[in-house]
């Protein structure tokens, strides 16, 4: 009988194991095809030809900044990593976390998910620290960048109203501080662990299981850690709204940074949503809505959004250089 309950066991295993791999394949065609769809829709909506014609012109020495700019923000988010897998008492060299953050970039850039460089992140940390400690760091990482985004966003509200229509001005309004919030909620954790106590095992915020321990290594990276992480994050989306600038105005877009202020926090959590591969068409279907409402022509929004994609794919094919010769030099070393 324990044979059967065994071999039953596995077999339901099995099964659990099969339909996880059926799930993950049809989000990721779902994804390709809402990108792809988006995408089609976009190009020959407004036209191939003036899209290309738009970024054919386009001015190198921008972009070529951008790129920079962009580089020069993966190590801005190394430290910022660095600052809050110290307040856990994990200590990682720099260059090694600067890898890690390119390798991340490559994976976000190519997997159909805006988070497959965060799992590759935590994976490689899991290696030298607790698992634990590692994604809560890693959450904690990506949470303080989008709240200062939505805080920046917000701060530029009171100088936008009439650049704006009010529908847009209100939605960008509600989004920024509904993230804020949302953050507040997860850092504090008090009023959180209250509502997760009600969760059934496998989800609750308390105890000894995998989520609960995550959980434990977000609220303990502490207020000091947390306020240095916020600091890194004002200046790497500095660096972040000056690449959507410059790569707008490489394509012929002469608007007041305000406006970007405005935009890209929208453009970050498309790149996040699981919706799209890296936010493909997705991004470009939002910058065409915002950037037309504040008079700019259909292709060369667009041509701004592919003009920052390809910037980030750049620094993506760079971290995918960077953690393949990691990873040659990891097999070669003697064991």
């Known amino acids: ?3 059967r309950g065994d071999e039953a066991t596995r077999g339901g295993g099995g099964a659990r194991r099969v339909i996880g791999r059926l799930g993950r394949r049809r989000g990721a065609i ?3 095809l809402v990108s792809l769809g988006v995408l ?7 036209g191939l030809e003036r899209i290309g014609q738009v970024l054919l012109t386009a001015s190198p020495g921008p ?4 790129f920079l700019l962009f580089v020069a923000g993966i190590v801005v988010r190394a430290a910022r990593w660095r600052v809050l897998l110290r307040a856990l008492g994990v200590h990682v060299p720099f260059g090694r976390l600067v890898h890690l953050y390119f390798a991340g970039t490559f994976f976000n850039a190519f997997l159909p998910s805006g988070f497959g ?5 935590v994976l490689e940390i899991a290696q030298e620290a607790r698992a634990a400690a590692a994604l809560g760091t890693v959450v904690v990482d990506r949470m303080t960048g989008l709240m200062v985004l939505f805080a920046m966003a917000l701060l530029a509200l009171p100088f936008s109203r009439r650049l704006l229509p009010w529908e847009v001005w209100l939605a960008i309004g509600g989004m920024a501080a509904a993230g804020l919030v949302a953050g507040g909620l997860v850092l504090h954790g008090r009023w959180l662990r209250r509502l997760g106590d009600r969760l059934p095992g496998p989800f609750s915020l308390t105890g000894s299981g995998a989520l609960a321990r995550a959980y434990d290594a977000v609220t303990a990276c502490g ?3 947390v306020g240095q992480a916020l600091a890194l994050s004002l200046v790497f989306n500095t660096l972040l709204i000056l690449v959507n600038y410059l790569t707008a105005l490489a394509v012929g877009m002469r608007l007041s940074l305000v406006y970007f202020l405005l935009f890209v926090p929208v453009f970050s959590v498309m790149l996040i949503l699981p919706v799209s ?8 279907g939002m910058a065409v809505l915002l950037f037309t409402q504040v008079g700019v022509d259909r292709a060369v929004a667009v041509a701004a959004s592919l003009a920052v994609y390809a910037v980030s794919r750049a620094t993506g094919l760079l971290g995918g250089l960077l953690y393949l010769v990691q990873s040659l030099r990891a097999l070669r070393s003697p064991r």
């Open 277 to 284: 591969i890296g936010g493909l068409g997705v991004r470009e």
């Open 1 to 3: 009988m324990r044979e």
């Open 63 to 66: 972009i070529l900044l951008a």
């Open 223 to 225: 207020w000091r850690a």
């Open 117 to 121: 460089g965060d799992v590759v992140r």
């Open 30 to 32: 779902f994804r390709l």
């Open 40 to 46: 089609t829709f976009v190009l020959t909506t407004i």
